[in-house]
């Protein structure tokens, strides 16, 4: 299985400011994904991160406001942009595995005041 | 398009008690289904995977799932509950753009007691 490291853990941001998260795995591989975990809510797919190429947003994100890096096989951001306090939720970052499953980094808790 | 309805957002189990999650998926080809545990302030741990292999799947911490393609179930089984069962259940299922993309539920919160 996949080790997915993400900083920050955690933090508290004012509204119209930025956030960069940073998602590294500990094996090469082809796509990751991000996902934002709203309070209370499910995880819902935000885009798929492939190196090389533009990442391919879900229906509702737009690239202006989570732009998404991917330079490597093993590392990817995703940036937060002109934050409010609608956009705190839980970020996660996850690889595909082998076996069709999925892994999860541990998440990156925002919270925009 | 692929979904995932699990029934009932919170569940409260006795501990020693049969824990019983209940996931119906909706999806034009064949699903690989997930389980997944979340616990308070961590990610998403994988409990178990169907693949198209045996319909009975077993994972980790004595979870179980059964495939029922008739019912277009999946719903997620323990014998016997315990305190550290306490966490948030996700069923899932493979987008069929891509294995690596899921469609989640909308969870369970399970809640043990005493």
């Known amino acids: 299985s996949a080790v997915i490291s993400q900083k920050p853990s955690r933090d508290i941001c004012q509204r119209g400011t930025s956030l960069t998260i940073q998602c590294q795995v500990d094996s090469q591989v082809t796509m990751m994904f991000w996902y934002r975990q709203q309070p209370g809510q499910s995880l819902t797919l935000i885009a798929t991160a492939n190196q090389g190429s533009e990442a391919t947003y879900e229906s509702g994100f737009v690239i202006d406001k989570f732009p998404i890096s991917r330079p490597n096989l093993t590392f990817s951001t995703l940036t937060v942009s002109n934050m409010s306090p609608e956009d705190s939720s839980i970020y996660l970052c996850?690889?595909?595995?082998?076996?069709?499953?999925?892994?999860f980094g541990q998440g990156t808790r925002l919270t925009v005041v | 398009a692929q979904s995932v309805t699990q029934l009932g957002s919170h569940v409260s189990v006795s501990e020693g008690a049969l824990v019983l999650l209940r996931c119906n998926y909706s999806s034009s080809v064949p699903p690989y289904l997930f389980w997944y545990v979340q616990y308070p302030n961590q990610g998403l741990q994988l409990l178990l995977k169907?693949?198209?292999?045996?319909?009975l799947v077993k994972g980790i911490n004595g979870f179980e799932a059964e495939f029922k393609k008739s019912e277009t179930s999946f719903h997620l089984t323990k014998p016997s509950a315990h305190m550290s069962d306490a966490a948030e259940y996700f069923c899932?299922?493979?987008?069929?753009?891509?294995?690596?993309?899921?469609?989640f539920g909308a969870g369970t919160q399970v809640v043990v007691t005493p």
């Open positions: 169907y693949t198209s292999a045996a319909t």
């Open positions: 996850s690889v595909d595995g082998d076996g069709y499953e999925a892994f």
């Open positions: 899932a299922v493979s987008r069929t753009d891509s294995w690596g993309k899921l469609q």
